[in-house]
């Protein structure tokens, strides 16, 4: 069902498009609306941001979309509006924007083949190429020193009392068997590993990086393929500046390939960023970002009792598949 668009929208986006909205459609974990709309150039993405997103942050996705643009990287959307920094119109406590809609299907889990994720990573280096030569610098890493505060203070908290008061409690009560369990083997996890991925950071966190604009949320949920080939990444909401390495590391676990399309993958996206990665940062941060993210899991429904727009059965999986994955990784040899 299409929920109404505010007036000011249509009078200084949707009209001057001749954009017509036809479809409300998930927008995932983010809380923006995001709406497809016809139009006689294509399909439009009329996206309306949460009222956490600044103008700020928006304006620095808009220059990082169109330098990329500029670049010949037609992988990432075009703006229809605004049309320059801090065009955006504010309606209904949200900003917003409309952009050409990328085709393709984000369908990679259902064709998991090697040949599709050398060009998922391959785009990914083209990317970070790009937005490398544009704006970059040294310095100690943004997602070590997230991931090292996030570490620490899930170390000094009782995570059992924390988590497992709440299954019976929460909104999410009717599946709490479910839940425990899925608790108990993140618990169990975090409590075997926690305190080596704090010295394993750590130790990552004495060497300063080069850093850049990435995209920090890059799964295979947002990419598009149409056959083989990327046409498109969608959501830049989590865009920042960072080390390149956690877009690789991201993207990859979400994929979960084998270990000789892992190497193909990161050859492909080596030859299209110019740059040689790091192994043992990309397992350290492999590690860490697969413990912390299962973690995020449990507080986001556990504890927090957050609600989605997505159904809750597929958030369960998500959690379910960081689970294993954290069980089947070799955390028994080190990284080298």
Not at 155 to 183: C, I, K, P, Q, Y
Not at 267 to 286: H, M, P
Request: aromatic letters at 8%.
């Amino acid at each position: 069902m299409l929920e109404p668009i505010p007036n000011l929208v249509w009078q200084e986006i949707l009209r001057p498009a001749n954009a017509t909205p036809e479809e409300e459609c998930k927008s995932g974990l983010s809380q923006s609306r995001v709406v497809r709309c016809h139009s006689p150039s294509g399909p439009l993405c009329l996206r309306g941001w949460p009222a956490t997103v600044s103008r700020k942050h928006l304006d620095f996705i808009f220059e990082a979309i169109n330098v990329a643009r500029q670049a010949g990287i037609e992988t990432v959307p075009r703006y229809i509006h605004p049309q320059a920094i801090s065009g955006w119109v504010e309606a209904d406590n949200r900003l917003w924007e409309l952009t050409e809609w990328k085709l393709g299907t984000a369908d990679f889990s259902a064709q998991p083949t090697s040949s599709r994720l050398a060009a998922a990573t391959s785009c990914l280096g083209n990317l970070h190429r790009i937005w490398r030569h544009w704006r970059s610098g040294t310095a100690s890493s943004p997602g070590v020193v997230r991931r090292l505060q996030i570490v620490n203070r899930l170390l000094n908290t009782n995570l059992t009392r924390r988590w497992l008061d709440s299954v019976h409690t929460g909104l999410f009560a009717n599946r709490a068997s479910e839940l425990e369990f899925m608790a108990r083997r993140t618990i169990r996890a975090f409590e075997a590993h926690g305190t080596a991925v704090r010295q394993s950071l750590a130790a990552l966190l004495a060497v300063p990086v080069p850093v850049h604009p990435v995209l920090r949320d890059v799964h295979v949920e947002h990419v598009l393929f149409a056959g083989d080939q990327v046409s498109g990444i969608i959501d830049f909401g989590a865009l920042a500046i960072d080390e390149p390495v956690v877009d690789l590391v991201r993207l990859l676990a979400s994929c979960r390939p084998d270990r000789r399309d892992w190497l193909a993958a990161i050859a492909a996206y080596e030859q299209a960023s110019g740059v040689v990665v790091d192994q043992r940062r990309l397992a350290v941060l492999d590690q860490a970002s697969c413990l912390l993210s299962a973690v995020q899991w449990a507080e986001w429904l556990l504890f927090q009792g957050l609600q989605f727009d997505t159904p809750l059965g597929r958030l369960i999986d998500r959690w379910k598949k960081l689970v294993e994955r954290l069980e089947e990784l070799d955390w028994q040899k080190p990284p080298q």
